[in-house]
């Protein structure tokens, strides 16, 4: 079974500065990652994937995550944050496996990410 | 055009009663989901249809009842209202059932149960 960990309910950071936000999976089998963001009162929008092509994606505002086998790390970091990041961001992992009759997508509790002016 | 659309956005009604939310995407996506969220963000998948045949189907009440007319509209009907069922809920779609697919999500409805 697949799970999915975020360290951190709650980040703030200054604007400007560098922002990470910690995703650690557990997978049997080689999985795919994703980070979603939810701004306020609006459903989740795609940041990036990875799908093992390469262990580093860059996505959409700037974000990139860095896949770490190792680690059963997917970290999500932005060198320099804004004010309209402020948002929910959620970690998922999905995974085909043989013993389920369905594949699904789990997603983390979630980080909400505070930027201070 | 919107990509997933729900209706209603809001949603107050009192305990008891029986509501539908209503989604339709315009993707021509073959995999459809609900999802609920609760106040503490925390994001629950409850059903999948792909190509309208029921595909996941987690453990929610059923009182829940999903209803999918053709690949592109996935309704969810609720009867028996409980405080409980305040939340959320999340329209998904996807390409395609496999893992790697990412979902688009519609703007969420926002069912209050008082």
């Known amino acids: 079974a697949q799970s999915v960990t975020q360290l951190g309910s709650h980040v703030s950071v200054s604007e400007g500065a560098l922002v990470l936000l910690r995703c650690n999976y557990s997978s049997s089998v080689p999985p795919y990652l994703f980070w979603y963001v939810q701004y306020p009162n609006q459903g989740l929008q795609l940041l990036l994937k990875?799908?093992?092509?390469?262990?580093l994606v860059k996505g959409i505002n700037g974000f990139e995550a860095e896949f770490k086998k190792s680690e059963t790390s997917f970290h999500l970091t932005k060198p320099s944050a804004h004010m309209s990041d402020a948002a929910e961001y959620f970690c998922?992992?999905?995974?085909?496996?043989?013993?389920?009759?369905?594949?699904?997508?789990?997603f983390g509790p979630g980080t909400s990410l505070s930027v201070i002016p | 055009d919107t990509a997933v659309s729900q209706t209603p956005k809001y949603l107050v009604t009192q305990m008891g009663n029986d509501k539908s939310i209503k989604c339709e995407q315009n993707l021509g996506h073959d995999t459809m989901y609900w999802y609920k969220q609760d106040s503490k963000k925390f994001l629950k998948i409850m059903f999948s249809y792909n190509n309208k045949e029921l595909i996941i189907n987690e453990t929610v009440p059923n009182r829940f009842s999903p209803k999918s007319p053709d690949k592109a509209h996935l309704n969810l009907h609720i009867n028996s209202l409980e405080l409980g069922d305040s939340a959320v809920y999340f329209c998904?779609?996807?390409?395609?059932?496999?893992?790697?697919?990412?979902?688009?999500f519609g703007p969420g409805t926002r069912l209050t149960v008082t």
């Open positions: 998904a779609s996807s390409q395609d059932r496999g893992v790697s697919y990412e979902q688009y």
């Open positions: 990875y799908t093992s092509a390469a262990t």
């Open positions: 998922a992992v999905s995974a085909s496996s043989p013993k389920t009759s369905y594949d699904k997508v789990i």
